[in-house]
C-alpha cells in the first residue's frame, strides 16, 4: 500500500514553496543591490532579536497543543494555544516596534534602499504571520465550540495550521540570520 499524502497538505507545500521562492527573490535582490554600493549600514533594531524569541516559542507551544490535543488534554491543549495566539500577536508588535526603532535612527522607506530591503523583507513575512494568526483563530474557535474530540479532520486542520506555523517560523529565522548576514 502506498503513502499518499492528503490533497490540502499538498496544496500547502505547494504554497510554501512559492512564498520561498518569493523570498529569495527579495534577498537576491537585495545580495544585487548591495552588490551596487551606496549601501547605508544601520544596527538591526533589538526587538528583532526579541520578536525571534517569541516566535520560536509560539511554534513550541503550538506543538504542544497539537501534541496535547493528541493526547486529550483538553485544559492543556486549549491554554497552549491560546498562549500561541498571545505570541503570535506579540511578534507582530514587536515587528512594529523594530521598524518604528529603525525610523527612529533615520531608517526609512525612502531613504537608502537597504532600509527599504528590511522593511519588504519584515513587512511581507509579518503578513505571512497574519495569515498564520486567522488559521490559529479559526483552531481556537473550533477549540471552544465544538465538543472535544480527537477526529482525523480536526487532525488535519490542526495539523495544516501547525505546518504553517511552523513553516513561517522557520522563513523568519532564515530571513533574520540573511539580514544580519548581508547588512
Do not use: C
Amino acid at each position: 500500500m502506498r503513502n499518499k499524502i492528503h490533497a490540502q497538505k499538498f496544496a500547502l507545500y505547494i504554497s510554501f514553496a512559492s512564498i520561498v521562492m518569493m523570498f529569495i527573490a527579495f534577498t537576491s535582490a537585495y545580495i544585487v543591490k548591495q552588490a551596487a554600493g551606496n549601501w547605508l549600514e544601520f544596527a538591526i533594531p533589538n526587538m528583532f532579536y526579541i520578536s525571534t524569541v517569541v516566535i520560536l516559542l509560539s511554534s513550541i507551544t503550538l506543538h504542544s497543543s497539537y501534541k496535547s490535543f493528541l493526547a486529550g488534554k483538553e485544559g492543556m491543549y486549549k491554554t497552549l494555544l491560546i498562549v500561541s495566539f498571545i505570541l503570535g500577536i506579540a511578534f507582530l508588535i514587536l515587528q512594529y516596534y523594530g521598524w518604528q526603532d529603525m525610523f527612529a535612527v533615520g531608517v526609512d522607506l525612502k531613504g537608502n534602499v537597504s532600509g527599504s530591503f528590511v522593511y519588504l523583507i519584515t513587512g511581507v513575512h509579518a503578513l505571512h504571520i497574519v495569515g498564520g494568526i486567522a488559521a490559529i483563530i479559526v483552531a481556537i474557535v473550533h477549540a471552544f465550540t465544538l465538543r472535544f474530540r480527537v477526529t482525523e479532520k480536526r487532525k488535519l486542520r490542526f495539523e495544516l495550521t501547525l505546518h504553517y506555523w511552523h513553516f513561517v517560523d522557520f522563513l523568519w529565522l532564515y530571513l533574520f540570520g540573511f539580514i544580519l548576514l548581508y547588512r
